[in-house]
């Protein structure tokens, strides 16, 4: 098996903290325009854009159960209502799992004009 130099350490609460390399008093020395030259020197760190900022690549997530109680539904009357199995609802809610692109795009026209769609449905 290939090693991939991933280290795993299990800290139960109120174990001492492990000894590492971290230089800490350098770390606390920091000011805060080094803490974001930093972050911003990480390609694996970026900001996101601000709004009216270029979102190209983002995609823009439903949060289904502000959705579900601003319609002023239960779980299990949403998933009814606009046919989506009640363990989908349910792990979208608690972010178990994101929605793919198809249920986004569903999710987006439910949050346009989720009366239009449950009548349609209801047909």
């Known amino acids: 098996m290939k090693s991939i130099g991933l280290v795993t350490v299990v800290h139960e609460t109120g174990d001492p903290i492990p000894e590492t390399d971290t230089d800490w008093d350098a770390i606390r020395a920091l000011t805060e325009e080094e803490i974001h030259a930093a ?3 990480d ?3 970026q900001p996101l854009p601000l709004p009216g900022g270029d979102w ?3 995609i823009k ?3 289904v159960k502000k959705l579900r109680e601003r319609l002023g539904m239960t779980q299990e009357e949403f998933a009814k209502t606009y046919w989506i199995p009640l363990g989908t609802l349910r792990d979208w809610e608690q972010r178990r ?3 793919d692109r198809t249920a986004l795009a569903y999710l987006k ?3 346009s004009d989720p ?3 449950a009548e349609l449905l209801a047909k």
């Open 39 to 41: 972050a911003l020197s």
């Open 43 to 45: 390609p694996d760190a």
């Open 56 to 58: 190209t690549g983002l």
């Open 61 to 63: 997530l439903v949060n």
């Open 97 to 99: 799992k994101n929605a």
């Open 109 to 111: 026209v439910i949050d």
């Open 115 to 117: 009366n239009v769609v």
